[in-house]
């Protein structure tokens, strides 16, 4: 009578275990790196602050003085609302693998139709008036950033090469439609302008909930005129609602798998080029309403020539920053908002404030780099993870059992390997993974980290 035969270790349960230890590792490593990269970029900082014979001292004393005022304070979280909207339109491109440089032209020529299409229906009750006016920017920004996706999808157009494109002619068109086209009722002015808005198409405030706080912490109370965008509260919806679709829906599976891998992505049933013009029309959608917090929130209620620059290119660095995730791009749009209102006063103290940029740029330089080595760490460890736990696996990730005997004995085996019992090819037991594939999913899924990494 023959000896019974003993199992082997479950090899489920040491790769889950393994694969578990080395997610903890990552996620502490994700942490770490952003930290580490602001420090390195302090560091940059000092050394070119003591380059230039200033006193470390005075600038970071510069920095306190500035943001002990409230006023400064409600500036920072303005900015971050219109960074993170910005952000949140160029990490839906990302996604699909799609480079939408063209939030800037997006953004600005919504603003301008919202700005004449609210002026047109003064009168309307609110919040009618608001949804009417924020219906228009996100239908602007949708049909222009589609554009670029049409012309991807139809004529193989870079959408990098098309935005920038689409960039150039809606300045000219902003331009051309205010002095000419009829959106400003006086052309010949100075500063051409649309009609203001009644209050009626205005957003309410958060100064009733910003400035109380503000006090209690003793910051000095900002101006009557200081107006906190009570559009910050959208923008953390659009957050939530971004997180939602990608994690939560088919859609946003669809969109990342076909970011990740397209040919596999098809190969599953997925339509490519309707999830490009998708994606393109989504993230012109979200463009549009990076403007609506200072249109209906802020002094002038109207589109001017000098309306708000520059917040879509820097919702590609904030987007880069945050890995496109969402609560890593809010805060993201909160350190990039705070580096640019702290250095308002280094004028004062005789240091050019282009000092912001450097440290903005050495900051997004450093976080993008200590990430890339993180997750490349992280892919390789758990790539070793899943070999060393998994029993007879070979190097290319076949799953076939490796020849531990001599050939005769080999061949006397053969008929028991093909009866493929979990205790003779424990490498195939019900519920475990495959060797290369530690998530359990086909080549069109990532997971999240890597996904978000390797965006641009």
């Known amino acids: 009578m023959s000896a019974p035969v003993t199992a082997p270790p479950d090899a489920s349960a040491e790769s889950s275990a393994a694969l578990k230890r080395q997610r903890w590792r990552s ?88 700005a004449w299409v609210g002026a047109s229906v003064n009168g309307l009750p609110f919040p009618l008036h608001v949804i009417v006016i924020l219906l228009a920017a996100m239908l602007t920004g949708a049909l222009w950033a589609g554009i670029a996706g049409i012309l991807k ?3 193989g157009v870079s959408e990098v090469i098309s935005t920038i494109m689409l960039n150039a002619i809606s300045a000219a068109m902003i331009g051309f439609l205010l002095r000419d086209g009829g959106f400003s009722p006086d052309p010949a002015g100075r500063r051409p302008s649309t009609a203001p808005i009644d209050e009626s198409g205005w957003f309410p405030s958060l100064n009733w909930l910003v400035d109380p706080i503000l006090d209690a912490l003793g910051f000095r109370p900002p101006p009557a005129s200081s107006n906190t965008y009570g559009f910050l509260l959208v923008a953390i919806v659009l957050g939530i609602l971004y997180a939602v679709m990608l ?4 859609f946003g599976y669809d969109l990342r798998a076909s970011g990740a891998n ?3 992505a098809q190969a599953s049933g997925v339509n490519s080029k309707r999830m490009t013009v998708y994606a393109m029309l989504i993230s012109g959608a979200i463009a549009g309403l990076v403007g609506m917090g200072e249109l209906l929130g802020g002094r002038q209620h109207a589109f001017t020539e000098n309306f708000v620059t520059g917040v879509g290119f820097t919702g590609i660095s904030v987007a880069l920053l945050g890995r496109n995730n969402p609560v890593g791009m809010f805060f993201a749009s909160m350190v990039w908002a705070f580096l640019d209102i702290s250095t308002r006063g280094f004028q004062i103290i005789g240091i050019s404030n282009k000092l912001a940029a450097i440290m903005q740029a050495v900051v997004l330089i450093a976080v993008v780099i200590a990430y890339t080595v993180v997750s490349r760490r992280t892919k390789a460890a758990e790539a070793r993870s899943v070999a060393a736990s998994t029993p007879g696996a070979v190097a290319d990730g076949a799953g076939e059992p490796l020849p531990t005997t001599s050939s005769a004995s080999s061949s006397s085996a053969t008929p028991a390997a093909e009866g493929s019992s979990p205790a003779q090819r424990p490498d195939t037991a019900a519920g475990s993974d495959p060797p290369g594939d530690p998530d359990g999913s086909d080549g069109s899924r990532r997971n999240d980290g890597s996904s978000e990494g390797d965006a641009r």
């Open 247 to 250: 994690n939560r829906t088919r």
């Open 27 to 114: 996620f502490w490593l994700t942490l770490a790196a952003p930290v580490a990269a602001f420090i390195f970029a302090m560091i940059v900082v000092a050394i070119v602050v003591l380059a230039s014979g200033r006193s470390i001292g005075d600038v970071f004393g510069s920095i306190g003085s500035t943001m002990e005022q409230g006023r400064n304070i409600v500036d920072v979280l303005n900015r971050t609302t219109m960074y993170y909207i910005a952000a949140l339109a160029v990490a839906v491109g990302f996604k699909m693998n799609l480079f939408n440089i063209g939030v800037e032209g997006q953004y600005r020529l919504a603003a301008l139709v919202a």
């Open 262 to 264: 397209q040919s596999a």
């Open 153 to 155: 999808v139809t004529r």
